[in-house]
Structure formats: C-alpha cells, structure tokens
C-alpha cells in the first residue's frame, strides 16, 4: 500500500504528562483523512510530530516512507502544506506579500501561481489590495493559510481545524476545494475539525482520537455501515407499543423511550405501522433518522445518543 | 539557506520597527555632534583647548556612535531582536520547517540577516554622525595621514565585529527564549552587567598602586577585553597585539559560543 503517512507507535509527554500514547495511524496516497478528537486529545500535538515542530518521545513517524529520524525527512517535508493551530501569517503585510515571503521560502517565484492560490481560495481581489493580514478577519486569514499551504503545489496537505470561523458560504467554499484538490491533483488530506458533520461531507477515512490515544480508524464505508437508521415511535399506550415490538425486533436494537419506542437497523415502515393499527395503539409521531458520525463519535467516547 | 536569507532580510525591512530604527539612527547620529557644538559655543572653548578636548573631535564622535551601551548601539539590537522574536510570536519559523527547511538553516539565516542589518544600520548611523560633525570639528587633531586612514578602516572592522556579536546574542536569546520581552529583557541585563564589570574595572583601576604592574596589566585586559566598554576601539592611533588580542579574542568566542549554543537549543526545541 502506498502509505503517505504511518505513526508507529508514537508517544510523546510534556514532564510527565504523556499526551499521545502508542499512536498508530495510517493515511494512504489520495485519503481525505478525517482527524476527530475532544480538545485536549491530541490532535494538534499529533499534527506538530508530522510537521517537524516537536518530537517524538517513542515511536517514529514515517511520512512517504521516510522515517522521522531520517536526515532525509526535511526534504520530504517540502512536499507537504500545513496549518497548524491558526495560520502562521505576517500580520505587517499584504496577502500578496506574505504568499511573495512563502515562495521566496519555497524557492519559487511566480506571481501567476501566487495570483491563482489566491483566487483558489476566493481572495482573488487581495491580490493587489495593500491592506495588511493583521487586518483581516479571521475567516480571511484561514483562507490565506490555506493559499501558502497550497503555494508549493503540496502532495499532502494538513488542516488543523480549517473551517474555524469561516461564515456558512466559506465553509462550502472551502469543503469544495478540498475535493476538488483531492479529485484533480490526487491530494491527501489529513483534516482535523470539531465540525464532525462538516468532516463527513469530505473525509474518506477517520480517525478517532480520545485522551492521547488512537481510539479508532475507521473508513467511510466501515461509518456508513456503522451509522444505522434509527426510528422513534412515540405513543399513548407506550407500554403495549412496547410488547407489540418486543416480539419482532431483537432486544439490543430497542429502547423503551418514556413515550414509545425507538428502533436501531432497518425497519419496513409501512408494515410495522399497519401492525400498530391493527393493535389499536394511537401514534403520536413517527421520527425516522440516520444516526451521524456525531452520534457515532460519542458512542465510541462512551456516552450520546447512541444505544 | 539563501531563500531563508532573502525571506528574512524582507522580513526585516518591511517591518514599521526597521524603518522607526532608520528614523532614530538618523535622530541619535545628529544628537552628538550637535550637542557637541552647543557646548563648545556655550562654554565659548577656544581652538587651544579643542584641540585637547576629545569631544570636539569628529573621529571620536564616529566610533562613540559603535558603543555598545551608547544610545543606538543599545537600540537598534533591542528593535532587530524584536522583530527576530516575531517569527516565534506568531509562529511564522512554522511555515519554514513545513517548507522543508532545517532548524541550523533556520538559526543561521535568522542570525545573518540579523547580522546584515545590525551591520549596515550601524554602519549608516556612524557615518551619518561622522559626516554632521565634520562639519563642525575636524576629523581629529593630528593631520590625517595613510596610516590614519588604516586604523580607521581596522576601527571600523573591530566595531563591525561587535556588532556580530551582539546579533549571535540576541540571535540565540531570541531561540532560548522565543518571546519578545524575555529576549529584549536578557539582552539589555546583559549589556548592563557587562557595562556595569567594565566601569567597576575602570574605577578600580584608578585606585591600584601603579608599582604593582601585575594588577596593573590584568585590570588593563578586563577593561580592553570588555566589548560593552569600548576602551580601545578607535580610541588611539594604533593597535598593539594585546589590543587586537583583547578585542577579537572575547568577540570571536562569545559569537562562536552563542550561536552553537542557540543552534544546539533550537535543534531540540518544541515549537508550538
């Protein structure tokens, strides 16, 4: 497989407080990898260890191949983009200028791609305005550090927390160029963002992390599957709905609610209403939803609306 | 390591913090001879008397303006390390290491752009102040000579040289440290410590039975080895082999000594 990205189980502490503890995870060439943790799990810490920012304490990162403790490592970093934390921006100049100061870095100069990366991310008509990034809202400087991630034409590009005050058309803007990237130039993303729902418009693949540990990797297809529909059926006589869905459906899959029933996996809606019809049991609503990855992301924490 | 280098002499240049020290070198050149001037009128000294005074000496007045604990000569690291340290601050030294750049890279870069504009400022402000006061004084008292023009030009490299040093300081405080204040505050503690050791071994000096030759010399060296006193750059005709000794020798391991000290830090540094 080819592996963009491999954490062998890397651990890391601040004193004594271990942060990350036997992290192994996984991104293939072309995943849109869908980083999910609480604040505090270690998603930034990780994001830093793959950046060269810290390092690890155990264990070792290998990114295309190359191992962290490879002298080689460095110029392997050149072939990623990233936003760590809040983009890292000088605030005493112009967007251009600051896309001008990341490709004197990168060892490129052209004003055409600097004019496009800004263009990609919808702040085209900055390209000739003076006004300072300091200035900027924060929606607009996020785009910006997602322009000189995207200046050195990167094979891998890490997000942490991109959609972070962005207004509603950003995000979409935003969520549009991440699969475009991704469809087009074959991208890998790794994408962390407290947007759960938002992520599973994009990602591909997720990775669940909980108190410095990888708690799970999962694919979208893995997700779908473990996203049942859910139906919540709330009656008068809740007592008798209740005997009446005992008989046919496994005891795992219901949940006696205080006004009726609810339902996990696949149901034939119209039969089982007719049947509760035939029972004379009164309905007062019939809500049929698929459960999220929200929901499946609090489950697998051990607490949410999953059953 | 030269896309560093271009990247951070921009960096430098287009902050409003470069362009306040361009505005105060030319303020801080002006001042002295002025000033100078406006005593000489005020306390109405004649020709005799000027020629012994040192202040009315356009030459003394050029290499006053490298002191280290002169007014620019203390300013403009403060501002440079200010803006060093904003790499750390809003974590643009990030972008560097993602693109691929390595951390000695980073630290060298970062210490020779400081370097260049250290250097060149320094250099613009003493001839600024060298050419206002020539319009008052003369160069020096003694006719300028071939070898005037030697030392002079040893002068400036000694002060140059300084001024590498003090940008390997600041240089390796601002990776030690990487917040603004705590660099800025170290930098001037260390200029005033060292100030403050340069002046007690002046006065002690003056103290020291001049019978005992031996605390004679070594309160000598201490003085001339002392690159915040400035004792010796420019303040003679000559350079004895002691004088060049004291000057270079502390100069030339104190900048060694930082940046292997800010390079050895910054290579095993979290950065956030």
């Not at chain 1, 006004?131 to 995207?150: E, H, P, T, V, W």
């Not at chain 2, 980073?106 to 250290?118: A, D």
């Not at chain 2, 503690?189 to 605390?215: C, H, Q, R």
Request: proline share 3%.
């Amino acid at each position: 497989m080819d592996y963009i990205l491999r954490t062998v189980n890397v651990s890391k502490r601040y004193r004594a407080d271990w942060v990350l503890k036997n992290v192994n995870m996984n991104i293939q060439r072309g995943d849109i990898y869908g980083f999910v943790g609480e604040n505090g799990s270690g998603k930034t810490t990780i994001i830093r260890l793959i950046t060269g920012l810290i390092s690890a304490n155990e264990g070792h990162i290998e990114l295309f191949g190359i191992p962290s403790d490879s002298p080689e490592i460095t110029a392997v970093r050149k072939k990623i983009g990233a936003i760590v934390e809040s983009p890292s921006i000088y605030r005493n100049m112009s967007a251009r200028d600051n896309l001008l100061m990341q490709s004197t870095i990168l060892g490129i100069n052209d004003e055409e791609k600097i004019k496009q990366v800004l263009c990609d991310v919808e702040l085209g008509e900055l390209y000739q305005n003076p006004k300072k990034a300091g200035n900027f809202s924060l929606g607009m400087r996020q785009r910006l550090g997602i322009a000189m991630a995207l200046l050195g034409s990167p094979e891998f590009i890490i997000l942490d927390e991109p959609m972070n005050g962005l207004d509603p058309a950003g995000i979409v803007g935003i969520r549009e160029l991440i699969l475009k990237l991704n469809r087009e130039q074959g991208i890998t993303f790794l994408i962390s963002s407290h947007i759960l729902n938002e992520l599973a418009l994009v990602a591909n693949k997720y990775g669940i992390i909980s108190h410095g540990s990888l708690i799970k990797e999962i694919t979208d297809e893995e997700l779908r599957n473990q996203c049942r529909p859910t139906t919540v059926i709330e009656a008068t006589e809740h007592q008798a709905l209740w005997d009446l869905l005992s008989k046919d459906f496994p005891a795992e899959d219901l949940l006696h609610l205080a006004r009726g029933v609810r339902i996990t996996g696949a149901v034939e809606l119209n039969a089982l209403l007719a049947r509760i019809i035939e029972a004379e049991i009164s309905i007062l609503s019939v809500n049929c939803y698929k459960t999220s990855i929200e929901d499946y992301y609090l489950s697998l924490l051990g607490g949410g609306r999953h059953a | 390591m030269r896309e560093l280098l271009k990247s951070d002499l921009r960096r430098i240049l287009k902050d409003k913090l470069f362009l306040v020290a361009c505005i105060l070198g030319v303020i801080f050149a002006a001042i002295t001879p002025l000033t100078n001037k406006l005593l000489v009128v005020a306390l109405d000294i004649n020709g005799d008397t000027m020629s012994l005074s040192s202040f009315a000496q356009s030459k003394d007045m050029f290499f006053s303006a490298f002191s280290l604990g002169g007014n620019f000569g203390l300013l403009l690291p403060i501002l440079i390390s200010i803006i060093l340290c904003k790499d750390f601050s809003h974590g643009t030294v990030r972008n560097k290491i993602i693109c691929g750049k390595s951390r000695s890279q980073i630290f060298l870069s970062s210490f020779f752009s400081g370097t260049i504009v250290i250097c060149a400022a320094m250099l613009a402000h003493a001839l600024i102040t060298l050419m206002i006061s020539l319009l008052f004084f003369p160069y020096q008292a003694d006719p300028f000579t071939a070898s005037s023009f030697l030392y002079l030009l040893i002068s400036l490299l000694f002060s140059l040289l300084l001024y590498v040093f003090v940008s390997a300081i600041i240089s390796a405080l601002s990776v030690l440290m990487k917040n603004t204040g705590l660099a800025v505050v170290l930098f001037v503690a260390i200029n005033f410590l060292f100030t403050i050791i340069g002046t007690v071994t002046t006065v002690a000096s003056i103290f020291i039975d001049p019978e005992d030759s031996t605390t004679v010399k070594i309160f000598e060296i201490l003085q001339k080895a002392n690159p915040f006193l400035g004792a010796v750059i420019g303040r003679g005709t000559s350079y004895s082999l002691t004088d060049v000794l004291c000057i270079l020798i502390p100069v030339v391991a104190g900048t060694a000594l930082c940046i292997v000290l800010g390079l050895t830090v910054f290579k095993k540094k979290d950065l956030k």
